[in-house]
């Protein structure tokens, strides 16, 4: 008579574990990263002029690829470089969860190539589609932020979080319209850009979606917001702003209202619950501007 008991499956990783995995990936091109000599550094065009890459944007995302596939081979990656990434093993965990890794190998790729150090490596963890995890490291700047189920941390002290300070005393880092839209619909952007720049004390954009979100998160600014990103730019700075205490809002642009937050194109975030109701306003004209209505 065969008394052995049947093996169960293994719960999912959890959101720690899941965290630990990709800071362990992001430190190892961190370091990478910042042993480099950035002097001269030889760069290449994607779409336009506007977003180019270097063979260490390709490099460091192997490396984060490699130490992500090696840790947990059953997970999917979704990177900036190199596209998607099905899992190498299939999921066994007990409820079939599928763990997706968003990452963003240099979020910043202008200022690294010009020597300028406000450039980060993101990875944000999901769970179903759902953000469970996030840490941005920005190796010059020796700034870690992350989360996962517990309070968001700057090189491992919890964020307090704060409100959001009153539109004409807020400090925004941000960069919207953004040059495409400003292409597309020049009018609405000359209407936004003046707007922004007057309703509060002052508008900087530091050229990295999630910097700007981390310094967010983190009190150093009262709102951040773009209007055409990638998933793999904000996964990981939405769940530490979250975590931190602060407030989203996403919109859709011209796609699926009904997907998760991290993959949609337009988003306002705020250091607390409280609003910068201008901002969405802004936004919720820009949203009706590209649907026609």
Known sequence: MNTTAP????????????????TTAARLAADYLRELDRDGMAREYKANHHDIVTEHDRAAEEIIVGELQRLLPSARIVGEEGGERPAEQPANSADGSVVSFYVDPIDGTSNFAAGLPLFCIS?????????????????????VF???DGPATLNGRPITPRPTRRAQDALILSGFPGQRMGSRFPEYAAHATRTLEDSVSAVRHLGSAALELAYTAAGWADATGLSAINSWDV????????????SLRTWPGEGDPNRPDHLQPAYV???GQERLEFFDVLQDELQAVRTGN
């Open 7 to 22: 093996l169960t499956p293994p719960a999912a990783p959890s959101p720690a574990h899941l965290l630990e995995i990709a």
């Open 235 to 246: 996964a990981a700075g939405f769940h530490i702003l979250r975590q931190a205490g602060g």
């Open 269 to 271: 975030g705020c250091a």
């Open 146 to 148: 992350a989360a996962a």
């Open 123 to 143: 990875i944000g963890v999901a769970v179903d589609d759902e953000l469970v995890a996030g840490v941005i490291d920005a190796p010059i700047l020796g700034q």
